[in-house]
């Protein structure tokens, strides 16, 4: 897939994504955070990375809130710009937070809080579209691939229906998702 092809896939399902109703992506967010309640995955966690939704994207805020009543410790992504990774920091709903250059919310703590990423139990990824065999195609910068490449993480995507394409050719450097989850299915990769 050319990345003339991928940029316009990605530009039509953020059109397509910011048009969609406050109730249509409660519902969804909700039926998603319950398809995750439920799995093995999640309930046996300890330590879970979530993001801060943006442009539409499914909210998670219901699941960490979830996630903190039962102990869990949750992480969201920080930018590092010297190497275009992320690093994960720990928050509850009293931690103060400030928006990076992407407008995102990210937790303002001591970066010395940051976990390794093969600490992390379960990891949800945002994106921007995906396929029936788990490839991901995100917003193109990359953050999350440098991250987690070679990792061996438990990577779940997490997104709407609508998002599913036929077919995305993976790059060399694109790293496999275990799963994807949408408010009607969970996807599972074979080698999982």
């Not at 003339?4 to 896939?9: C, D, G, P």
């Not at 909210?59 to 903190?68: S, Y």
């Not at 990577?155 to 790293?175: C, I, K, M, N, T």
Request: glycine share 6%; with cysteine; net charge neutral.
């Amino acid at each position: 897939m050319s990345d003339q092809v991928k940029q316009a896939l990605r530009d039509t399902m953020k059109q397509i994504r910011s048009k969609i109703s406050v109730s249509y992506r409660a519902t969804a967010s909700t039926q998603i955070c319950d398809r995750i309640r439920l799995l093995d995955e999640y309930r046996n966690a300890k330590q879970i990375a979530l993001y801060f939704a943006v442009n539409g994207e499914i909210d998670l805020n219901e699941l960490w809130k979830n996630a903190l009543s039962q102990g869990k410790t949750c992480y969201f992504p920080v930018l590092n710009e010297e190497d275009f990774t992320l690093s994960f920091l720990p928050a509850t709903t009293d931690t103060p937070f400030h928006k990076n250059r992407f407008g995102i919310a990210e937790p303002a703590v001591s970066p010395d809080l940051s976990i390794p990423v093969q600490e992390l139990d379960l990891t949800l990824v945002p994106l921007v579209a995906f396929d029936v065999r788990c490839n991901r195609l995100g917003m193109g910068a990359g953050y999350y691939d440098r991250t987690f490449k070679g990792r061996g993480n438990c990577l779940f995507g997490v997104a709407y229906q609508f998002q599913r394409v036929d077919h995305l050719e993976p790059e060399p450097w694109d790293v496999q998702l275990n799963a994807v989850i949408t408010q009607r299915a969970i996807y599972w990769y074979g080698g999982y």
